[in-house]
């Protein structure tokens, strides 16, 4: 089961900060965020684990609530390189093990 | 370099044909996953494998088959019976299910 992102999409001016969220109806491990310019490959923003870990850029900061399944991504005083399609992705257990499963995806468009 | 590799970078094929797409890893990475991505949307999880000889289905599996003979290599083949192949196909790798995933540059597959 997919993660559920919100918003679907965010259009700021540079220098506006934005929050993007991510929700699960079952329990999560960890969180991942990516970000994707058009037509390229999702490249690594963070992970979030559970217990408080986390690992990513520096200018990137994002929340982890373990109890209410959510996590939540930071964009401040944004740049015109920041945008993309930020995609959440969590580990969910299956019969066979752990798979890292995306949401849908928020579209940023940061203009001059 | 190490890195992630997928090819070819666009793909045309008949209706009706089976086509294997090509995922290449050195960076020692024990999990591999194929994603599917169609224009505006998410990335589906269509099968993952966190070791050798061993690989699980995803959420949309149905019409793939994989193999993962080797740690480096996960080819993914894309059989007749899926109903819509058309769609841009994302390989990525990891040390696990809960660190950085690293994605290949993709490839576009178009069955006409």
């Known amino acids: 089961q997919q993660p559920v992102q919100s918003p679907q999409a965010v259009i700021l001016r540079e220098g506006e900060d934005a929050v993007i969220n991510c929700s699960s109806s079952k329990a999560l491990y960890s969180v991942h965020w990516y970000r994707q310019k058009h037509g390229e490959a999702p490249v690594f923003l963070m992970i979030?684990?559970?217990?408080?870990e986390q690992k990513g850029h520096e200018k990137i900061s994002a929340s982890f609530n373990e109890k209410k399944q959510q996590s939540s991504l930071y964009l401040t005083a944004s740049q015109l390189s920041y945008s993309g399609t930020y995609f959440c992705g969590t580990d969910l257990p299956n019969n066979a093990g752990n798979m890292l499963t995306f949401g849908g995806g928020t579209r940023l468009m940061v203009k001059p | 370099d190490g890195g992630i590799t997928q090819s070819p970078k666009y793909l045309f094929r008949k209706e009706g044909q089976n086509v294997t797409l090509s995922c290449e890893q050195n960076?020692?990475?024990?999990?591999m996953y194929w994603y599917r991505q169609d224009p505006g949307q998410g990335l589906r999880l269509i099968y993952y494998s966190q070791i050798v000889n061993d690989f699980q289905k995803g959420d949309i599996a149905e019409g793939y088959s994989v193999s993962r003979e080797k740690k480096e290599s996960f080819p993914l083949t894309v059989t007749s019976a899926q109903k819509n192949p058309t769609a841009f196909y994302l390989c990525a790798s990891s040390f696990g299910v809960r660190t950085e995933a690293f994605f290949g540059q993709g490839t576009r597959l178009t069955v006409v």
């Open positions: 979030l684990l559970k217990g408080g």
């Open positions: 960076l020692n990475h024990d999990a």
